[in-house]
């Protein structure tokens, strides 16, 4: 009688597929990010970022420290009572594990909508927390 191979056993084998894609997973919290800003959500655009106060934001000459601080600059910035937040793009995203948990985002962003669109480059610093893939650095030019 031949034995079976337990699956499990394949599973863990060199070179069988990981249903897990760390890119995937990291490029699916971008997509959520615009999908929220799309609709007007800050808060839900901010659930890519890592809750915490060592998470860093950086654009121009201004260093912000902590979720709570990005998210009220994200608020005064966009959401002012009248003030449309415009319509959000990603492009040209290049996602690289740097290891299992943490990789580097480069990409483009751009605002329409606005009555001076906007446009630059990111590079974001992404971590996998319990809660997922977080971003806890972001350092965006115009």
Known sequence: MKKAVPFLILLASPGFPSAADPKADVRKVLDDQVVAW???????????????????????????????????????????????????????????MLADDSAVVLGKWKLTGLDEPASGLFTLIVKKKPEGWRIVHDHTSK
């Open 38 to 96: 799309n609709k007007g959500d800050v808060e839900g655009y901010m659930k890519g970022y890592w809750q915490s106060d060592d998470m860093t934001f950086y654009s121009g000459a201004t260093a912000t420290k902590g979720w709570k601080p990005t998210l009220e600059r994200y608020k005064k910035n966009y959401t002012v009572a009248g003030k449309k937040m415009g319509t959000l793009e990603f492009a040209e995203v290049e996602v690289t």
